[in-house]
Nanobody
Framework: QSLLVESGGGLVQPGGSLRLSCTAS????????IGWFRRAPGKEREGVSC????????NYADSVKGRFTVSRDNAKNTVYLQMNSLKPEDTAIYYC??????????????WGQGTQVTVSS
């Protein structure tokens, strides 16, 4: 079973918004950087965003800069990905993943099962 759980996906029209949530099952996320990844149809998984354990550092893929915002509320043990101005190209399964403290392009220890985001008119 996955140690992380994503929620908030769904069907939205182009230009719409969704907020994804990532929560941990049975442990706190305070000491973990959380990355967001996605796998679009016919494509390899790609990194979307990351927030370090303190929340003081965030990263975004060029394709989502200015549209997506990652944040965390450690009191709620939750990391969010606010997605605005959604495009059909954003259609994918979105995953969150955890690694100790700092964002990285690799070596994430825990993963969720993913949540489907579909952007279509």
């Amino acid at each position: 079973q996955s140690l992380l759980v994503e929620s908030g996906g769904g069907l939205v029209q182009p230009g719409g918004s969704l907020r994804l949530s990532c929560t941990a099952s049975g442990f706190r996320l305070d000491n973990y950087a959380i990355g967001w990844f996605r796998r679009a149809p016919g494509k390899e998984r790609e990194g979307v965003s990351c927030i370090n354990s303190s929340g003081g550092n965030t990263n975004y893929a060029d394709s989502v800069k200015g549209r997506f915002t990652v944040s965390r509320d450690n009191a709620k043990n939750t990391v969010y990905l606010q997605m605005n101005s959604l495009k059909p190209e954003d259609t994918a399964i979105y995953y969150c993943a955890a690694r100790n403290y700092y964002c990285s392009s690799y070596a994430y220890d825990y993963w969720g099962q993913g949540t489907q985001v579909t952007v279509s008119s």
